[in-house]
């Protein structure tokens, strides 16, 4: 005896399952990518924003060490987090603007890490003043 489709038996066929389950495939594998792609710039901005924070902690306790009392340099490679990946360091330069301007130093904070192999590198810069700010 011999089976006869009619036209109003519905399913799916063999060649429909396997182009649904290749689009599926692949929007699952786009939405992966784009998961891990959010979690590398979730971590680099992460990091950017500790690195900003240390150095601006840097340039604050410069400030409140008074004029006189500022060093011509310093580490504070030892203060960077562990997840910054190696090699890492973190320094402080001040440089004497007196001959040109007396009383006055500007501060470099910069700050180096690696990041996925990639060096990266924070820095800020400012001026202090022998008056300081509330004189």
């Not at 489709?5 to 692949?26: A, N």
């Not at 792609?37 to 008074?66: M, S």
């Not at 690696?114 to 022998?130: A, C, M, P, W």
């Amino acid at each position: 005896m011999r089976v006869r489709l009619t036209k109003d038996e519905s399913g799916f066929t063999l060649i429909e399952l396997i182009i649904t389950v290749t689009f599926v495939t692949i929007a699952l594998v786009a939405i992966v990518e784009a998961f891990i792609t959010v979690d590398k710039l979730n971590r680099q901005a992460r990091n950017l924003a500790i690195a900003t924070q240390l150095a601006g902690r840097q340039v604050e306790a410069a400030r409140n060490l008074g004029f006189e009392a500022i060093p011509a340099s310093q580490s504070f490679t030892a203060e960077l987090p562990d997840n910054f990946g190696a090699p890492k360091s973190g320094s402080a330069e001040f440089v004497d603007l007196s001959p040109a301007e007396p009383g006055l130093k500007r501060l470099n904070v910069v700050i180096y890490y690696h990041e996925g192999g990639i060096r990266k590198d924070v820095q800020l810069s400012t001026l202090i003043t022998e008056r300081g700010i509330n004189r």
